[in-house]
């Protein structure tokens, strides 16, 4: 950490445990009073951590409220790679959230969907691989681990049906940039009201059918309703289509699969039977997956 440049200047380094990530991240504090994020990852990940901070630079120019990107380089003899960004000061929105009104979960859902709406503005490149061929490949590699892991389940059997029978679903879908990991976790609410928008750990190759931002809802509870109807609604600006619903619904149902697996595989940040209870509750939200719109959606 020694020879990043400017160290010199940090007169508070305070370590920052939050998040899954095995990256090294601090807050840091200068001797002008900057504030600043930093985060440090093997040498291994350079190429991908490179892709994080260009992308980082590209939706802070799109006029994005995310922390400015600062610098970009090697550390500690070459061995890490180091990325110094703003610090945005609020409150993590998982944590604003608990003492917030339904009614002020809903506007935080609102400007949630709001910001993540020009997130998407951003184009994917013009080479960008199809993404039904893309995303089928992650929906096959689900079912054939639950086949040869013996996962037998009739809840198990009736998601991977539904994404076998709906596969055409995903032909002809447009591509975006994407942040790859947009959920409450990664908001930050500034003293203003503003929502912020941080860590771009999760950042995957950097586009996909924009939609598919939206699967994160089913990895919390459903005691995110007021703020997911939020998020969808300040999306569209209220007038989600009914093409998105049919879309959530196959998306959804993906990430319940992929919690049922992950579970099999004894992730130590995911509960033994998250996978089935997340199973169980999509299929009740989508009536057995025979309607688009969840449940507990509501247009105001």
């Not at 950490?1 to 095995?22: A, C, L, Q, W």
């Not at 790679?81 to 998982?94: M, T």
Request: with cysteine; glycine share 6%; charged share 25%.
């Amino acid at each position: 950490m020694h020879d990043i440049p400017n160290y010199e200047t940090f007169i508070k380094i305070e370590p920052i445990s939050k998040g899954v990530s095995r990256d090294k991240k601090y807050f840091v504090e200068t001797h002008d009073g900057k504030r600043m994020f930093l985060r440090i990852a093997d040498i291994e990940e350079f190429d991908r951590k490179k892709a994080e901070y260009e992308m980082m630079e590209r939706v802070h120019d799109y006029g994005v409220l995310c922390p400015t990107p600062y610098a970009f380089g090697l550390c500690d003899d070459g061995k890490s790679v180091y990325s110094i960004s703003s610090w945005l000061d609020g409150i993590d929105a998982d944590e604003a959230w608990i003492d917030m009104s339904e009614a002020e979960r809903y506007e935080l859902g609102i400007k949630s969907g709001q910001t993540l709406r020009k997130i998407h503005k951003l184009p994917a490149p013009d080479d960008a691989e199809p993404w039904n061929e893309r995303f089928y490949r992650k929906v096959q590699s689900r079912i054939d681990f639950y086949d040869s892991n013996s996962l037998k389940s009739e809840n198990g059997d009736t998601i991977i049906r539904f994404l076998q029978e709906n596969k055409h679903l995903l032909d002809n879908r447009p591509q975006t940039f994407n942040h790859g990991d947009y959920n409450i976790v990664n908001l930050v609410v500034l003293p203003d009201g503003q929502v912020g928008v941080i860590d771009f750990n999760s950042y995957n190759q950097g586009y996909g059918d924009p939609w598919w931002e939206f699967n994160p809802i089913n990895w919390g509870n459903e005691l995110n309703v007021q703020f997911y109807n939020g998020f969808i609604n300040g999306y569209f600006d209220n007038h989600p289509p009914h093409e998105f619903f049919v879309m959530l619904s196959y998306y959804i149902a993906y990430t319940s699969l992929a919690a049922l697996c992950i579970t099999a595989e004894g992730e130590e940040y995911v509960m033994p039977d998250y996978g089935e209870q997340c199973v169980e509750m999509v299929l009740r939200w989508f009536d057995g997956m025979r309607k688009p719109v969840p449940m507990w959606y509501e247009h105001k």
